[in-house]
């Protein structure tokens, strides 16, 4: 069955950083656009960067372009998330998803706090 399991999660202060990795299995991943969403505590899901199969072209949202970056390695079925100058508004549960699916991890918890 479907299978993503997020992981890299953690705590961290203002300006750091943390590297996210979503292991998928049980699909064509190569040929599966995937995409990362965050949910903070009492909000609904934010859509934040998805990379497409075949040229691994991303996109991202404005709340965090130009500090996030999506990358993929098809060999190893996994989709990544380099978060850098992390703010406090980032802090969520973030979760991998295969795009157009229901698809979705259980998520990886990210607190930015000093």
């Known amino acids: 069955q479907v299978q993503l399991v997020e992981s890299g999660g953690g705590l961290v202060q203002p300006g750091g950083s943390l590297r996210l990795s979503c292991v998928a299995s049980?699909?064509?991943?190569?040929?599966?656009?995937m995409q990362w969403v965050r949910q903070a505590p009492g909000k609904g899901f934010e859509w934040v960067a998805s990379?497409?199969?075949?040229?691994?072209?991303?996109r991202y949202s404005e709340s965090v372009k130009g500090r996030f970056t999506i990358t993929r390695d098809n060999a190893k079925n996994t989709v990544y998330l380099q978060m850098n100058n992390l703010k406090p508004e980032d802090t969520a549960m973030y979760h991998c998803?295969?795009?157009?699916?229901?698809?979705r991890g259980q998520g990886t918890q990210v607190t930015v706090s000093s």
């Open positions: 998803e295969k795009f157009r699916s229901s698809y």
């Open positions: 049980g699909f064509a991943f190569s040929v599966s656009e």
């Open positions: 990379i497409n199969n075949a040229y691994g072209t991303s």
